[in-house]
């Protein structure tokens, strides 16, 4: 427990710098681009006359000085204040708090399929490296890994969803439909089926073939080689001492994929309008909307970072080489 | 004279003009409304989430269409109405002779949702207070209008500083008069105001409330004037953004309803076809985009008359009509929409598909091919914000190839497009998709003017200037007699053709794909972003 | 060397990816021959069905445009955006982490900052962000996403560097007085090469994905023809004209599948391993 502490306050230390070049680096970049929050209003204006689209800088502080901004940011962010986004004229708080759970469910569950999946495929796979099962899955998983994801969600919809109504074609959950409690959570799981799939199965080749690898890797060495030197039976070699073994540099990918599975919900939260956070950075970006694409950069970064702080603990207490130091950098 | 032209399919601004010349009547406008049941709730796909409600303030189509339902203007437009108008909560007006005042007579017993009572003062505060200080298309219109007297409940008179002419106020009445309750507005930041986001109206249906990314819900209103109005119990508007998704949700019967194309036209055929849905391309007569090629007159290649007549001639405009729009737009002849009989000019002369004819004009403007048969290069920036406005550039493309003009596409999102054509002039030539407003001093002039600041969107950024054509502008703006008024705009529209400021390609308005359980779809020129009164669904 | 490859051509997966890769490599360079000119000019009738006209065998998109041409042309460009990308990203990956391996201590501290600001940041968010803000060209788009792929390499070369820093060659070479950069570049980069080398595959593979996403989103190129862009377009037809995504996606398929099958095949031949199977 002790170990786990340190590990967790070495890594807010060192995270502080990280996130404020991120910071900085999101309002550089914003502030290199052609076009600014105004701009990507007027369009849904429809236009306006020159003095309307002066008040319109003005009433959004467009008119001041980057590096004014930039310190009035950093200042309101130490109070814990996210500030206003300007596409949405409401707080970045509220819209982040808003979307950030349908993204946690969509990636939680696709991680979760990826994983479980993936894995279990893997350990059919390295059971018999080099076999037609071996390569069959290999292969097919790898031609998935190759699909487009907006691709593989539109032929899901039309399959599923238009053709055999099985599931919706879109959204989080039923529109105003009044559920609570259970038959809420069970509707919104009826609706994350299609998406989840979409994302989980493109991850699901990573950790296929990662599984396999190491499994391909124990079958080599000595334990494994006594166990069947031994005579122990195929099917509990595998399961006991092989895939064991190889599930650990998993969980270290686990961590990896979280950031790709964040961008990856981009996509595929377009595809399915589902009101969450990829879809979010999306029109903050078309927005022009720097409080927002930093407020949601921050708040992914520190995402990505919790989840490799578990990661590292997950890993240091699944193997006791590790130390309290840097574990999977 | 102020900027307002534009664009997107959702964003925009439609506005009504409808003549009484007439529309074509492509159908027979029954009287009234379909029989129709009562009761239901219709489900209708958003593409975008406007980030105000308040139609007095932004009077765009995305905005309109969500809160047009709620809020209502003092008129309407509508196919065989007088004027092409239909009352709503101006019962009649009237315009005095020298064009310094009108006068609304306003309909009795109007409530709004809150229960308080709608008089001439509500109507004298939007006015004074919204439309001509903050609404991006009233600070044009009413840029003249001094004060509103209310001699009683219901009576409005509006005093003008200056002559205005009544054709323009009519024909921006639907567009421009969307009337907000002043006993919630006044004395507060009407900019901030919380009812922008849950509006309060007299419309025939209130505002319940908006899960952001996910829906907005109205509800019927009891108290709604019109009798036994609405028909339906509720609509839904749920919001989604990618266009594949609405053909999708139509198909499985999850939403009833998508308009302003959000089905792509490449699916309509298809989708026709399947039972128990329809294409409906009625209902958008009054909103009807532009397709254009603006230019930057700043590059002296184009800057000569005969190389923008050469590219006007490249353009095969029944090609684009029948491909990139498969036959839902009609080509353009010039810079006022053939649907506007109110001011449109057949007499303007449409230049011919016709490369010969545009390699011999480019020829003499001294451009000659070179060895590799290019003559010389432009770079082209398609709008991004519809995708025939990106198909048409990638065939822009491929038709000035053909004559020895080479192109380099530059592909854009929003903001730079709108920062790179209309504030910085970093083109050469760009497409884009102005909306026809019904009146050509609200939509079609500022693309021509001269003098308009830089960064003004959707307006003349191109350098473009012509004293004759400016001086007919002025005019027009002054005068109040409604032929005069019509005889400068056709003398406009025959230099535009002739000079070529900009060049006219096609014109479109949307479809919408309904369920056929849905009546009463399209029936009027600005359906979508009409109120829906008698929409209603079969049972 | 020579070991390698043969190891490699005795690896039913190397053999497999080397096909595929050669097989596509041949179709990017033969679209000039075959397909001379510009594969977005308009030939034909729009939407003609595939296998109905002799002179167009894959058909035309919407516009009119031949699916052939763009299925080959597309190789090319395809391919141009995941090897250049990985180019890049090796590149810059290579240097930061040499550097920071090499000089350690301060500088190190802050390179290895700046590749964790890089790294959790979505890779994807950050092409989006920077195409969005910069403008959707071939070489803009191509630094996008190396830009999310660089962390990559320059931890691993780091690490490798490290571990290699305090052997007896490179120990020999400070000791007889060459540069840093010197023995960076003779001693210490080629020994760190190949587990890089591996992770070029990834790169390759995930560079050509995104890039179809950037043009689901509307951020692809107009000027060239690419995969992604075929497929983005294709979608809106997904129901009346299937083929027109799904050839190109089998292009995509392809390329994925030859680059991961080599580079497995690869890191085996180069750990010394004989493939087993």
Redo the contacts between chains.
């Keep these: 427990m002790h170990r786990a502490l340190t590990l967790t306050r070495r890594r807010i230390v060192s995270s502080i710098p990280v996130l404020l070049i991120v910071i900085v680096g999101t309002f550089l970049l914003l502030e290199a681009a052609p076009g600014d929050a105004v701009d990507a209003y007027l369009l849904s204006l429809g236009g306006g006359d020159a003095g309307l689209v002066a008040e319109l800088r003005q009433s959004y502080g467009l008119d001041q000085s980057l590096l004014k901004r930039l310190t009035l940011y950093v200042g309101a962010l130490l109070r814990f204040d996210l500030g206003w986004s300007v596409t949405f004229d409401r707080p970045v708080l509220d819209l982040i708090a808003e979307r950030l759970p349908n993204t946690l469910w969509l990636m939680g569950a696709a991680t979760a399929l990826a994983f479980s999946l993936g894995s279990f495929l893997g350990i059919v796979a390295g059971a018999r490296p080099g076999s037609l099962t071996d390569r069959a899955l290999s292969t097919g998983s790898l031609a998935l890994y190759a699909v487009p994801s907006f691709w593989l969600g539109l032929v899901l919809v039309l399959v599923f969803a238009v053709d055999l109504r099985w599931f919706p074609t879109a959204g989080i959950e039923t529109i105003a439909s009044g559920k609570t409690g259970l038959a809420r959570v069970a509707d919104i799981a009826w609706h994350l089926v299609l998406p989840v799939s979409a994302l989980g199965f493109i991850y699901l080749a990573l950790f296929l073939r990662m599984m396999r690898t190491g499994m391909t890797e124990a079958w080599r060495q000595d334990f494994v080689l006594f166990a069947r030197a031994k005579g122990l039976a195929r099917r509990r070699i595998v399961l006991r001492h092989v895939a064991r073994n190889a599930l650990l540099p998993l969980v270290t990918m686990l961590g990896l994929q979280a950031a790709a599975m964040l961008g990856g919900s981009v996509v595929v939260e377009s595809v399915f309008a589902i009101p969450g956070f990829g879809r979010l950075a999306h029109e903050a970006v078309s927005g022009r909307d720097a409080p927002l694409l930093t407020g949601i950069i921050i708040v992914s970064a520190m995402l990505v970072i919790v989840v490799n702080l578990l990661v590292d603990i997950a890993y240091a207490a699944l193997d006791p080489r590790v130390g309290s130091g840097e574990a999977a950098s | 004279m102020a900027g307002l032209l534009i664009s997107r399919r959702n964003l925009l601004l439609g506005a009504g003009a409808l003549a009484a010349a007439g529309w074509p009547l492509r159908m027979a406008w029954a009287a009234g409304a379909e029989e129709a049941p009562r009761g239901g709730r219709l489900v209708v796909a958003a593409d975008s989430e406007p980030r105000t409600l308040n139609p007095a303030i932004v009077a765009s189509n995305g905005v309109f269409f969500i809160a047009s339902k709620v809020i209502e203007p003092l008129a309407e437009a509508m196919m065989d109405g007088e004027g092409g108008l239909a009352p709503r909560l101006a019962k009649s007006w009237e315009g005095s002779e020298d064009g310094l005042s009108i006068t609304f007579k306003l309909r009795e017993g109007v409530t709004w949702h809150d229960g308080e009572p709608f008089t001439s003062a509500d109507v004298a505060f939007s006015a004074m207070e919204v439309w001509k200080p903050l609404q991006n298309l009233g600070r044009v219109v009413f840029a003249n209008l001094d004060t509103v007297e209310t001699p009683d409940a219901h009576t409005a008179i509006f005093r003008f500083s200056a002559p205005t002419p009544i054709q323009l106020i009519r024909n921006a009445l639907p567009v421009v008069t969307s009337v907000l309750p002043k006993h919630l507005y006044e004395g507060t930041d009407i900019a901030a105001n919380p009812a922008n986001k849950a509006p309060v109206g007299t419309g025939p249906f209130k505002f319940a409330e908006h899960r952001p990314g996910e829906y907005y819900r109205l509800t019927r209103n009891d108290a709604y004037w019109g009798e036994g109005l609405p028909k339906l119990d509720e609509i839904i508007f749920r919001v989604l953004p990618d266009r594949a998704a609405a053909a999708s949700a139509l198909e499985a019967g999850e939403i009833q309803l998508a308009a302003f194309s959000q089905v792509p036209l490449v699916d309509l055929e298809r989708i026709a076809s399947v039972p128990g849905l329809k294409v409906v391309t009625e209902g958008y007569e009054a909103l009807t985009y532009q397709l254009v090629v603006e230019i930057n007159h700043r590059n002296e290649i184009l800057a000569d008359q005969m190389v923008r007549q050469a590219i006007s001639h490249t353009i095969d405009r029944d090609f684009v009509v029948d491909t990139v729009f498969l036959g839902y737009a009609q080509a353009a002849t010039g810079p006022v929409p053939q649907n506007a009989p109110q001011f449109y000019n057949p007499d303007v002369k449409p230049y011919s598909f016709d490369i010969e004819r545009a390699n011999r004009l480019l020829d003499e403007a001294g451009y000659p091919r070179g060895e590799d048969g290019k003559r010389f290069s432009l770079r082209l920036l398609p709008a991004p914000f519809f995708s025939e406005t990106r198909q048409f550039g990638d065939y822009l493309r491929q038709a000035l190839g053909k004559v020895g003009i080479d192109v380099t596409l530059v592909n854009n999102d929003t903001p730079a497009h709108l920062k790179a054509v209309y504030t910085d002039h970093d083109f050469d030539i760009a497409v884009g998709s102005p909306v026809f407003r019904g009146d050509p001093a609200i939509s079609t002039t500022i693309l021509v003017q001269s003098g308009i600041p830089d960064g003004v969107p959707f307006s003349n950024q191109g350098g473009y200037a012509n004293a004759e054509l400016d001086t007919i502008i002025d005019q027009a703006a002054e005068t109040i007699d409604t032929e005069a008024r019509t005889a400068l705009y056709n003398d406009f529209q025959r230099i535009v053709v002739e000079d070529l400021p900009l060049i006219n390609v096609a014109e479109w308005g949307f479809t919408t794909v309904a369920s056929d359980t849905v009546l009463n779809v399209g029936n009027n020129p600005r359906w979508p972003v009409s109120s829906w009164t008698d929409t209603a669904l079969a049972s | 060397m020579n070991r390698v490859a043969g190891r490699l051509l005795h690896s039913?997966e190397g053999v497999a990816g080397l096909c595929l890769l050669v097989l596509l490599a041949a179709m990017a360079l033969a679209a000039p021959l075959l397909f001379p000119g510009?594969p977005?000019?308009?030939v034909g009738r729009?939407l003609t069905a595939p296998f109905t006209d002799p002179t167009l065998p894959l058909g035309t998109d919407?516009?009119?445009r031949d699916v052939a041409a763009g299925l080959m042309h597309g190789a090319q460009t395809s391919l141009l955006v995941g090897l250049a990308t990985a180019l890049v990203a090796l590149a810059a990956g290579a240097l930061v982490g040499t550097v920071a391996g090499l000089a350690g201590g301060l500088v190190d501290e802050v390179l290895m900052?700046?590749v964790?600001?890089f790294?959790?940041?979505?890779?994807?968010?950050?092409a989006?962000?920077?195409v969005?803000?910069?403008?959707?060209?071939l070489p803009v788009i191509i630094f996008a996403i190396a830009l999310?792929a660089w962390t990559g390499p320059a931890?691993l070369v780091r690490a490798e560097v490290l571990s290699i820093r305090e052997r007896d060659y490179v120990a020999a070479a400070r000791v007889i007085g060459m540069h840093p950069a010197e023995i960076a570049l003779r001693e210490v980069l080629p020994n760190a090469l190949p587990p890089v080398l591996a992770l070029t595959a990834v790169i390759v593979?995930t560079a050509v994905?995104v890039e179809?996403?950037l043009s689901?989103?509307?951020?692809?190129?107009?000027?060239v023809v690419t995969w992604?862009s075929m497929?983005?377009e294709g979608?809106?037809?997904?129901?009346?004209a299937p083929h027109l995504?799904i050839v190109p996606?089998l292009g995509?398929?392809a390329?994925?599948?030859g680059v991961?099958?080599l580079g497995e095949g690869l890191a085996d031949a180069m750990a010394g391993r004989e493939a087993?199977?």
Excluded: E, K
């Design positions: 039913p510009d977005l000019v308009i729009p919407r516009l009119g900052r700046v964790d600001a790294q959790i940041v979505p890779g994807f968010l950050l989006l962000a920077f969005s803000v910069t403008g959707a060209s999310g931890r593979a994905l179809a996403a689901f989103l509307g951020l692809g190129d107009p000027n992604g497929i983005a979608r809106n037809v997904l129901r009346t995504s996606g995509l398929v390329t994925v599948l991961y099958l087993r199977g």
